[in-house]
């Protein structure tokens, strides 16, 4: 199975900073990487899919990089609804698994 | 706009089974695929199985024992059943649209095991 690692586990940020999360595979997942967005009590959010194609209606202040087995997240000027838990998943080869979380928290 | 609800029973007992649908409206679900992925307390989130527009089903190998996603056209409803539940099987589960990536999911019903 390949494992993701997201790093930090959590982030604190201030409304206007840039944010960078990084998501690791265990092996290499071509670019079939996806980063999500969960709060609670709403409907989880996919933000970017094929490593860096943002999803329709997703805030162009988010973007997707990288290829093989690391990838990021940014978001460009934090704001105020952007707090949330953002998940990576890979889904290589009919196989899927997803990182541990990133609780992204507002100073 | 595509929206999916999951509706069920928040508390199982251990053992039983644990049954939940989820109602879907502006897609048919006749057509592409339909999932079940859950989020427990200790663990990341975990796709559970799903069920294409023909009926095939592809299931987590970790559950396929005890797990069955069937589907109903003409309410557009898809179901999940999970045999022998235990403590381990308490999570929020979440309906989504997708195989592999998913772009439309439910806001996650709370499923509960406990006696």
């Known amino acids: 199975d390949i494992q993701m690692t997201q790093s930090p586990s959590t982030l604190s940020a201030s409304v206007g900073d840039r944010v960078t999360i990084t998501c690791r595979a265990s092996q290499s997942v071509s670019r079939w990487l996806a980063w999500y967005q969960l709060k609670p009590g709403t409907a989880p959010k996919l933000l970017i899919y094929k490593a860096s194609t943002l999803e329709s209606g997703v805030p162009s202040r988010f973007s997707g990089s990288g290829s093989g087995t690391e990838f990021t997240l940014t978001i460009n000027s934090l704001q105020p609804d952007d707090i949330a838990t953002y998940y990576c998943q890979q889904y290589n080869s009919f196989s899927q698994s997803f990182g541990q979380g990133t609780k992204l928290e507002i100073k | 706009q595509v929206q999916l609800q999951e509706s069920g029973p928040g508390l199982v007992k251990p053992s039983e089974t644990l049954s939940l649908t989820c109602t879907v409206s502006?897609?048919?679900?006749?057509?592409?695929?339909w999932s079940w992925i859950r989020k427990s307390p200790e663990k990341t989130l975990e796709w559970v199985g799903y069920?294409?527009?023909?009926?095939?089903?592809n299931y987590n190998p970790s559950l396929m024992s005890r797990v069955t996603i069937s589907a109903d056209t003409s309410k557009n409803q898809f179901s999940l059943r999970l045999r022998s539940v235990t403590a381990a099987d308490t999570a929020v589960y979440y309906c989504?649209?997708?195989?592999?990536?998913?772009?439309?999911w439910g806001q996650g019903t709370l499923v509960s095991v406990s006696s």
């Open positions: 989504a649209r997708g195989q592999l990536v998913y772009d439309y």
């Open positions: 502006g897609d048919s679900i006749s057509s592409y695929f």
């Open positions: 069920i294409d527009g023909s009926g095939a089903t």
